[in-house]
Every structure is written in C-alpha cells, then in structure tokens.
C-alpha cells in the first residue's frame, strides 16, 4: 500500500474536479497545480499549490513550458525504495508526488469541430502525456487518474485503505493511462499523416474510446466491446438510442451495414433492410412509407428479424408500417415524436437516431484483422466514374436508373454479389456465393418467391436489370439472368471473356453498360 500525501493535477475536463479536489484536502494531502486547474480548484475553496513554486520557475511560452521539469518528473520518477533515487531527490530538493491527475488537451474534440491546423496543433499536448508515461512507469508508487470516471474509484480505494493506494489499483490506472496516450497519440499521427497525404505510412497506431462492453460478440462464447475512434462520421457511433434493449455485437454490425447503404440514395426517400449484413430488399419510394413497404415486399421472409435503416426523419406513418414487422433495430437520421410514440409500443425493439446521414462519400480506412496483423484499405467511397454501352441495344432510360440504381445496392452485397432491380426497388438478390452463376440463380428464384408471396404469376425478374459486383468470368451468368427475364446488365467488364458475354447478351436482346470500377466486398 502506498499512502497518497502529495498530488498534482492538472486537468483539460473540470468535471469532478471540486469533489475530488475537496476530499483529497479533507484526506491531509498536498496539491499541486497548475494555471486554469488551480484557478478552479481556489474558485472551489481548495488550497492549492501552484506548480510554478515547487520548480522556482514560472510557466512560459504561453504555457508551453510548466511542468517539464526535475522537481516534477524526478518526484513522480524517483523509485523509493532505490538508494540512488532517494539520494537524488534529497541533493537537489526534490519532492516526491504520489498521485498524479492529468486529462490531456482536446486535441480529438478540436479537429472533430473542424478547427484550422494552428488551433489543432496548440491542441496536442506535451506535458500531460510526458507526466502520465513518468507516473504509470513508477506505479509501484506513484497513482496515475487519467479520466474523470475514474475520480469515485480513486476515492473508495483511498477510504479503503486508509489514504492509501493497492498494487492491483495502481497497476490499473497505470494501463489505463498508457492506453490513453496511445490513443492520443495515434489521433495526432492520424491527423498529420492526413495532413501529409501518407495513408499508409511505416507504422500505423489505432486508438479508440470504450462505449460499451458488450454482452458477447457473434456468438455467445466470444467476448466483446464496441469502441469509438477514427473520423467522426454520422451513423452507430454518433446514434442516441430511444428505447429498446442492449444492441448486439451483430446489431451493431448490420446497423452500420445498413445505414451506409441508406446513405446511398441521398436524392429521395429510400428504405434498406438488411439481415445478417446483406440488404434483403432496398427501394425507393415516393415517401418513405411507400419506401418501406416496397423495400419489404422484395424478402418478407429474410426481413423478419432484421434491421431497417432509412435516409429520411422517419415518420409516424412509416413507424406503424414498421412496427407490424418484427424487426431488431431501426437507424434514421432523426425521429419524429408521433413516430417514437408509435415505436415505444414495441418495448424491445432498438430506435437509433443518428442525429444526420453519413457521407456516402467521405474518405477514411477500413481496417479489418489477420493473424498477426491487420488489413488496411481506403473505403469504397464511389460508384462509378462512367459507364459504356458494349452491346448493340442502348438501355432505355428506365433501365439505366434501375442500372444505377441495383449497382449501388450490389456495392454493399457480400461477394459475389447480383442484384435484379425492377422500378426502383430489389427483386432479388444473390450474396456471398463461391460461383456468380449460383449467385444469379439464387437472385432469380428470390425474385419468383418474392411475386408468389405477392400474390403474381409471374416472378418479379421478368423486365428487371441485373448488377454483378464483379466482371463475369463466362456467360453463364448472364445466361440466368436473361433466362430469369432481365432485359439489361450492369458490370465492371474486365474479363478475357468480355467477347463472349458482349455477344450472348446481344444474342438475347440485352442492353449491357460496363462501369470499370468493381465493388467486392468480402
């Protein structure tokens, strides 16, 4: 145990500061502080010591240059049960600091609000993090707190030990405390790596904030916990949820799936259901009631316990058209109060009000996980940059809105990925399969089962346009999807078969546009 009889904090975020500050004068222990924290701490009745005559040296630069010096690093350093240190500490005057209390400079909030460089750079802390490295280094004797959730357990491990601290605390805060300035330092060479067009420079730090931990991950046996970092984007991260129970490591994941696709239709009311991170049915509609029942109608069956995103302030009408579908989560960018009315009779179900639409278009990375190591890429932030027609026939116009409109949503199927697409809404959709021409089988008969539950005789492929994430390999698949009744294609073309494909398309009366640009998503 190791009794606390000297403090030095130094905070950016003043919540908590008057109680913590407070009890630990209450407990005989000496405080230490600097500028804007000593204010507050006097303004609170708290007798404090500045920094600045503990050194014999005031703070300069601006306030650049307080607390790196020997009094302080040397009394947060010196290991007391080492000659040497003890020695050192006693011929130069130096005294020893036992907690330490330190947020850094929000540097993370201040380029999150969108400030110029100068004001970002002012923003990255020096002293804070040197001290919190100096103090977690030492915890075999030294406190480290680096955030103020953590200022109640600081004070019960001290009433518990009589002003003291444990090994087993110490050693916690002292991990904390390194994550954090891990984290912010990685934010720092984030953002200058940003600055300096160096996406993927020679070593890459992740840091992240905790938001929740988890109940399990994909499956029951795996642990889990949903952290915030990166770019701030509009979608799961930002979204206050309104009712419902505990979000799922799978809602999570397939909300996100959900809402980037939402994102996509920008220009009017569109509805995305998602199961298992594949879009079961996506539509336009006139308004998003009208939206939503179409986005419905394409898997009524797969949509039963899914996620359903939209790109408007969901409504109440839409809401009630919901709420006769048992559903997991619903995302919109706002929630309209007759609508929460509406949902709050289905107790379970997760509302997520995202506050606004992602950018469908923003830059950033996706990161994704090996063994011993971790993946990198840009995120898939386009569609296309121009189409070609390649066969005899030009689609109509209709049909190259349909083109667009099934390419965009095949962009955010599992690979290999086909899309028929008929009126502005999915008819059927082929995800994850290891051959392209099962894909487009597999999309057909969906189309035929989505027309029979409709009550039609005749499948909802007929007349639609088909979109493949990739090129096809042979003409096999373009084969089930003129046998399945479409009358125009969209891929990226690309393949040493393109001839053969161009030719049975033109053989069937098929209208086809290559794009250039493929969208596997794995």
Not at 257 to 268: I, K, P, S, Y
Not at 380 to 406: I, S
Request: hydrophobic fraction near 45%.
């Amino acid at each position: 145990m190791t009794v606390i009889r000297r403090a030095l904090i130094s905070v950016s975020d003043k919540v908590g500061l008057d109680a913590l500050g407070k009890f630990l004068v209450e407990a005989g222990v000496e405080v230490l502080s600097t500028g804007g924290t000593a204010k507050a701490l006097k303004k609170a009745g708290v007798a404090v010591k500045e920094v600045a005559d503990e050194t014999g040296f005031p703070e300069i630069m601006g306030g650049r240059v307080k607390t790196l010096h020997p009094n302080i690093h040397g009394g947060l350093l010196a290991r007391r049960d080492v000659g040497a240190d003890t020695k050192a500490m006693k011929d130069h005057g130096i005294r020893p600091i036992d907690l330490l209390v330190v947020n850094l400079y929000p540097f993370e909030a201040t380029v999150a609000k969108g400030a110029g460089d100068d004001e970002a750079i002012e923003n990255i802390d020096i002293g804070g993090p040197a001290m919190i490295r100096a103090a977690a280094k030492n915890h075999d004797f030294v406190t480290v707190v680096v955030d103020p959730a953590d200022y109640d357990a600081l004070i019960a491990e001290m009433k518990a030990g009589k002003g003291a601290t444990g090994p087993a605390f110490r050693r916690r805060m002292a991990a904390r405390a390194y994550a954090r300035t891990a984290a912010y330092d990685a934010a720092v060479a984030g953002w200058l790596a940003s600055r300096a067009d160096d996406p993927f420079p020679p070593r890459f730090a992740f840091g992240g904030t905790l938001k929740e931990k988890l109940r399990y991950g994909e499956n029951p046996h795996q642990q889990a916990a949903f952290y915030l970092g990166g770019p701030a984007r509009p979608g799961v991260a930002t979204a206050r949820q309104l009712q419902g129970k505990e979000l799922s490591f799978n809602n999570l994941n397939d909300t996100d799936a959900a809402f980037e696709l939402a994102a996509e239709f920008a220009d009017q009311p569109a509805c995305v259901i998602v199961k298992h991170a594949n879009p079961c049915g996506v539509a336009l509609g006139k308004t998003l009631a009208d939206a939503y029942r179409r986005a419905l109608s394409c898997d009524t069956e797969s949509a039963f316990g899914g996620i359903v995103a939209v790109n408007r302030p969901l409504d109440a009408e839409t809401a009630e058209e919901i709420g006769k579908l048992f559903a997991e989560v619903v995302i919109a960018p706002t929630i309209d109060a007759a609508a929460v009315k509406v949902l709050a009779k289905k107790k379970n179900l997760r509302v997520l009000a995202a506050g606004s639409l992602p950018d469908a278009g923003a830059p950033g990375l996706t990161v994704r996980a090996l063994a011993g190591g971790y993946l990198l890429q840009t995120r898939d932030d386009r569609l296309f940059d121009d189409v070609k027609v390649v066969t005899e026939r030009q689609p109509t116009n209709r049909e190259m809105a349909d083109l667009r409109f099934a390419f965009t949503v095949a962009k955010h199927v599992k690979s290999n990925a086909i899309v028929y697409a008929k009126d502005g809404m999915t008819v059927g959709v082929g995800a994850g399969q290891m051959s392209r021409v099962n894909a487009a089988r597999i999309a057909a008969w969906k189309a035929e089962d989505a027309a029979r539950v409709a009550g039609d005789k005749q499948s909802w492929a007929k007349g639609s346009v088909v979109a493949s994430d990739a090129f096809f390999p042979f003409a096999d698949g373009l084969l089930a999807a003129a046998a399945a009744g479409a009358t125009a294609v969209i891929q990226p073309g690309g393949s040493i078969r393109d001839e053969d494909v161009i030719k049975a398309a033109d053989q069937h009366g098929l209208a086809m546009v290559f794009t250039g640009t493929r969208h596997f998503r794995h």
